[in-house]
C-alpha cells in the first residue's frame, strides 16, 4: 500500500522544469528536461539522499525534446523504468519532436520559425518504454499515493500526474509564467486541450505544477476556466468547420 508521505521538489532544468517526488530510499521523476540533464538530476538526487537506483519510475508528460531529451541516459544510468502514453511511443523510440500549431499569435510566429530549425532543436536520443499508459495508471504500484491521467491537447499523448494532497503536475497542459495565460501557447488538438482543462476543473487539485514557470493556486486555474473555454472555444470550433 503506499504511504501517504511524500516530498515534491521543483528541478530549473535550462527553459523547463522536471519534479521528484520523493521519501528516504525511493523516488519518481516527472520529466526529464532536456538533452544533456542527466548530470543537473543525479546531482540534485545525491544532494537528497537518494542514489541513482533509487529513482524507480521516469514519468514523461509527453514526449518533446525538453521533457524527454535525458530519458535515455537517465535510464542507462539509474536503471528507472519509463513511462509514456501509448500514442507517443513511437515518438520516443525515434526520438523526434513535432511542433505543435499555436493557440494565439505570438505563439503561431515562434511555431513557423521553429519549424525551419525543427531538424536540428526537435531530436534527442530515442528510448525504448517500459510501461504505457491508455488512460490511466496508478502510482500506488511505485509506493506512491497518485494517479497519472491522459489529457491530450497539447500533444496527443500529454498526461498529468495529481498526487494525493492535491498537487498536479502538468507537464505542458498548464503553464504558470507571470504575467501570463495558464492555457497552453501550443496545442496539437485544440478542442481535446479544452476538454482536458475541463477534467482538470473536475479533479479539485489543490496546486498546479507547471513545466514552464512557477507553480499556481487551483483558484487561480479556475479564475482563467471560463474565459479560457469562450475565447479558445470559438477557435477550436472555427478550426473544425475548416
Same mark, same amino acid.
Given at each position: 500500500m503506499a &504511504?501517504?508521505? /511524500?516530498t515534491?521538489?521543483?528541478?530549473?532544468?535550462?527553459?523547463?522544469a522536471? /519534479?521528484?517526488i520523493? +521519501?528516504?530510499?525511493e *523516488?519518481?521523476?516527472v #520529466?526529464?528536461?532536456n538533452k544533456?540533464?542527466? #548530470?543537473t538530476i543525479l546531482k540534485?538526487?545525491? =544532494?537528497?539522499?537518494l542514489e541513482p537506483e533509487m529513482l524507480?519510475?521516469?514519468i514523461?508528460?509527453?514526449?518533446?525534446?525538453?521533457?524527454a @531529451?535525458?530519458? &535515455? !541516459?537517465?535510464?542507462e544510468l539509474s536503471?528507472?523504468?519509463?513511462?509514456?502514453h &501509448?500514442s507517443?511511443?513511437a !515518438?520516443l523510440r525515434?526520438?523526434k519532436t513535432?511542433?505543435? *500549431?499555436g493557440?494565439?499569435w $505570438?505563439a503561431k510566429i515562434?511555431?513557423?520559425?521553429? +519549424?525551419?530549425?525543427?531538424?536540428r532543436i526537435?531530436?534527442?536520443?530515442?528510448?525504448?518504454?517500459?510501461?504505457v499508459v491508455t #488512460?490511466s495508471?496508478d502510482?500506488e504500484e511505485f509506493?506512491?499515493?497518485? $494517479?497519472?491521467i491522459h489529457?491530450?491537447?497539447?500533444t496527443?499523448?500529454s498526461?498529468?500526474v495529481l498526487?494525493?494532497?492535491g498537487?498536479l503536475?502538468?507537464g505542458d497542459?498548464?503553464?504558470g509564467?507571470?504575467? $501570463?495565460?495558464h492555457?497552453p501557447?501550443? *496545442?496539437? #488538438?485544440l478542442s481535446?486541450?479544452l476538454?482536458?482543462?475541463?477534467?482538470i !476543473?473536475d479533479? &479539485?487539485? $489543490?496546486?498546479? /505544477?507547471?513545466?514552464h @514557470?512557477?507553480?499556481?493556486?487551483?483558484?487561480?486555474?479556475?479564475?482563467e476556466?471560463e474565459?479560457?473555454?469562450l475565447? /479558445? @472555444?470559438?477557435k477550436? =470550433?472555427?478550426s473544425? !468547420?475548416k
Amino acid at each position: 500500500m503506499a &504511504q501517504d508521505s /511524500y516530498t515534491i521538489h521543483r528541478l530549473g532544468l535550462s527553459n523547463v522544469a522536471a /519534479y521528484l517526488i520523493f +521519501r528516504p530510499g525511493e *523516488a519518481i521523476l516527472v #520529466d526529464s528536461g532536456n538533452k544533456g540533464s542527466e #548530470d543537473t538530476i543525479l546531482k540534485l538526487l545525491k =544532494r537528497l539522499g537518494l542514489e541513482p537506483e533509487m529513482l524507480k519510475l521516469l514519468i514523461l508528460t509527453h514526449v518533446h525534446f525538453d521533457h524527454a @531529451g535525458s530519458a &535515455q !541516459r537517465l535510464k542507462e544510468l539509474s536503471d528507472c523504468k519509463i513511462m509514456v502514453h &501509448q500514442s507517443e511511443e513511437a !515518438r520516443l523510440r525515434e526520438g523526434k519532436t513535432p511542433i505543435p *500549431a499555436g493557440t494565439r499569435w $505570438k505563439a503561431k510566429i515562434l511555431v513557423w520559425m521553429g +519549424r525551419i530549425f525543427a531538424r536540428r532543436i526537435g531530436s534527442f536520443p530515442g528510448a525504448e518504454p517500459d510501461l504505457v499508459v491508455t #488512460d490511466s495508471f496508478d502510482l500506488e504500484e511505485f509506493g506512491f499515493p497518485g $494517479k497519472v491521467i491522459h489529457t491530450p491537447g497539447h500533444t496527443r499523448g500529454s498526461m498529468v500526474v495529481l498526487m494525493s494532497g492535491g498537487e498536479l503536475i502538468g507537464g505542458d497542459t498548464i503553464f504558470g509564467l507571470e504575467g $501570463k495565460q495558464h492555457f497552453p501557447p501550443f *496545442a496539437e #488538438d485544440l478542442s481535446a486541450l479544452l476538454r482536458s482543462w475541463e477534467l482538470i !476543473r473536475d479533479l &479539485q487539485a $489543490k496546486m498546479l /505544477y507547471p513545466a514552464h @514557470g512557477r507553480r499556481f493556486s487551483f483558484d487561480s486555474f479556475l479564475a482563467e476556466f471560463e474565459g479560457a473555454m469562450l475565447r /479558445y @472555444g470559438k477557435k477550436a =470550433r472555427k478550426s473544425e !468547420r475548416k
